[in-house]
């Protein structure tokens, strides 16, 4: 297997199922993949059909910073490990974010690794043998000259599906 094969991209997507509400019932967005389940059980179906390697998930446009893993059923933390993903949240989106509801949300989503809502970018940097993804963040967006800065790590190793911090 070349290097070329070893991390394969996904679609733009965000396919990890995210629930807002800690405790029954589940809450989701129906402007997201969660609205749209069905073709979220497609796409990832059609990686575990086509055993698609470590496939790794790189979107945004949120608002809000997460890592996942992707699960073959998000409903069962037992089941397997398909993939990671990575969401990066806004560096320009006006408000400063919080750190607020972290805890709330990784109780509701055990696939979840990360989730923030401070503004910032993801930097990535993969090669044949690890994906390794920072997390960039900067407190205050309303003032200039916030200082930026590494607010977790996190690495998909090649023949390992799923994410663990680096």
Same mark, same amino acid.
């Given at each position: 297997? +070349?290097? @070329? $094969?070893?991390?394969?991209?996904?679609?733009?997507?965000?396919?990890?199922? @995210?629930?807002?509400?800690?405790?029954?019932?589940?809450?989701?967005?129906?402007?997201?993949?969660? &609205?749209?389940?069905? %073709?979220?059980?497609?796409?990832? /179906?059609? =990686?575990?059909?086509?055993? =698609? #390697?470590?496939?790794?998930?790189?979107? %945004?446009?949120?608002?809000?910073?997460?890592?996942?893993?992707?699960?073959?059923?998000?409903?069962?933390? /037992?089941?397997?490990? *398909? &993939? +990671?993903?990575?969401? &990066?949240? +806004? *560096?320009?989106?006006? &408000?400063? %974010?919080?750190?607020?509801? $972290?805890?709330?949300?990784? /109780?509701?989503?055990?696939?979840?690794?990360?989730?923030?809502?401070?503004?910032?970018?993801?930097?990535?940097?993969?090669?044949?043998?690890?994906?390794?993804?920072?997390? @960039?963040?900067?407190?205050?967006?309303?003032?200039?000259?916030?200082? *930026?800065?590494?607010?977790? +790590?996190?690495?998909? =190793?090649?023949?390992? #599906?799923? =994410? $663990?911090?680096?």
């Amino acid at each position: 297997m +070349s290097s @070329r $094969q070893r991390f394969t991209p996904a679609s733009h997507a965000r396919p990890a199922q @995210r629930d807002s509400d800690p405790g029954p019932p589940q809450r989701f967005s129906m402007d997201a993949w969660d &609205g749209y389940k069905a %073709g979220r059980d497609r796409l990832l /179906a059609h =990686v575990q059909t086509r055993r =698609v #390697p470590n496939p790794v998930v790189l979107t %945004g446009d949120v608002h809000r910073s997460w890592v996942a893993d992707l699960k073959a059923d998000f409903d069962d933390p /037992a089941s397997a490990t *398909i &993939g +990671s993903e990575f969401v &990066g949240s +806004s *560096i320009a989106t006006t &408000g400063d %974010g919080t750190a607020e509801n $972290q805890d709330a949300m990784l /109780a509701a989503n055990p696939h979840l690794k990360f989730f923030e809502d401070q503004r910032g970018y993801m930097r990535c940097e993969l090669d044949a043998e690890r994906w390794r993804t920072d997390v @960039r963040v900067v407190p205050v967006v309303s003032r200039p000259g916030s200082a *930026i800065a590494t607010s977790a +790590s996190f690495a998909v =190793v090649n023949g390992a #599906p799923g =994410v $663990q911090p680096a």
